[in-house]
């Protein structure tokens, strides 16, 4: 178990792409599945996408078609694939996960306790 990194940030200006990324140790072998939250400034923190061990994918409606979650074993990393970015995208972005199985079911999260430093995206317009 280990608190999840993310990179990936940046400023873009409206329509524009960026990939984030979150890595921690033993990503690969974890029963449970990496989530990403956003969290806009003066707001509560959301939830964005989410990936189970097996590769199920679930999106929130306000990014569903514009963002896709990957995940690569080899280098216990996921990804956050982000297109046709938005000024309301504009938020910091972390990556949740956990090593104990009681905290997902069927691979998804019923509540991570690791969470990154986040990564900020700003979209201009």
């Known amino acids: 178990q280990a608190q999840p990194v993310e990179s990936g940030g940046g400023s873009v200006q409206a329509g524009g792409s960026l990939r984030l990324s979150c890595t921690a140790p033993?990503?690969?072998?974890?029963?449970?599945?990496v989530d990403w939250y956003r969290q806009a400034e003066g707001q509560q923190r959301t939830w964005v996408s989410s990936i189970s061990p097996t590769g199920e994918t679930l999106y929130s409606d306000s990014v569903k078609g514009r963002f896709t979650i990957s995940q690569d074993n080899a280098k216990n990393t996921l990804y956050l694939e982000m297109n046709s970015l938005k000024p309301e995208d504009t938020a910091m972005y972390y990556c949740?996960?956990?090593?104990?199985?009681?905290?997902?079911?069927?691979?998804?999260?019923?509540?991570?306790?690791?969470w990154g430093q986040g990564t900020q995206v700003t979209v201009s317009s």
């Open positions: 949740a996960a956990d090593w104990n199985p009681s905290r997902c079911r069927n691979g998804l999260s019923i509540g991570y306790n690791y």
């Open positions: 033993g990503f690969a072998s974890n029963p449970c599945g």
